[in-house]
């Protein structure tokens, strides 16, 4: 998701950079459009002048002529401050307009820097949390395991103390079988805690 996020902003400058380059190029085909067209008519103007000084013997005769020209590049002139002057508005239009998107864009990309450090925040916290969790999970198995490892010995130790005390009265059985062999006499309770204390081991500290 963060990476979806950088690119949105990443591709939202780069518009912003082509609209840029496109403002920059309209503005110089037009400035260079209109100083074409004025060249051009400086050049026929100075023309027109030079032929005038040449031929000053047909000055009177093209006179009407001349202010007919004049007049139409009056025309001309005032169509082409006309023009400028519309060129002038849609660019400052276009100015507006672009500098309303920069603003928007710019306005979405903190935005979006925003929910990033939130999101980051969140992600971090998350991760602490995992972190614990897991740190309490491994106490819990450390406790489990030695626990586990506590009952072990517990029953290998009743299990020692059962097999000591079947071999304690087997060994008994075996006394009392010699003993029956050779003399029968009934064993009193004495002396069969005495054989059972003979075969039984000392209790550990």
């Known amino acids: 998701m963060l990476e979806g996020k950088n690119q949105q902003c990443l591709d939202i ?30 050049a026929a103007l100075r023309q027109e002048l030079a032929e005038m000084r040449n031929s000053q013997e047909k000055v009177k005769s093209e006179d009407y002529e001349l202010k007919m020209e004049n007049n139409k590049l009056k025309v001309e002139a005032k169509e082409a401050t006309l023009t400028l002057d519309d060129l002038a508005r849609q660019i400052q239009d276009g100015q507006a307009a672009l500098n309303r998107t920069v603003l928007e864009k710019d306005t979405r990309i903190e935005a ?52 000591k005390l079947n071999q304690e009265k087997d060994f008994e059985i075996a006394e009392l079988k010699r003993g029956r062999g050779s003399r029968w006499r009934p064993t009193t309770g004495h002396e069969r805690n005495a054989v059972h204390l003979r075969g039984r081991p000392e209790a550990a500290d």
Do not use: N, P
């Open 13 to 42: 400058q780069e518009s912003q950079d082509q609209a840029k380059e496109e403002y920059a190029r309209a503005l110089g085909d037009v400035q260079t459009r209109f100083k074409q067209e004025k060249e051009k008519e400086v």
């Open 112 to 163: 979006l820097k925003l929910e990033k450090g939130q999101l980051e925040g969140e992600l971090s916290q998350a991760e602490r949390r995992l972190a614990e969790q897991a740190q309490q999970y491994q106490q819990t198995i450390e406790e489990l395991t030695r626990a586990w490892s506590m009952e072990a010995s517990a029953l290998q130790m009743e299990h020692e103390c059962a097999v």
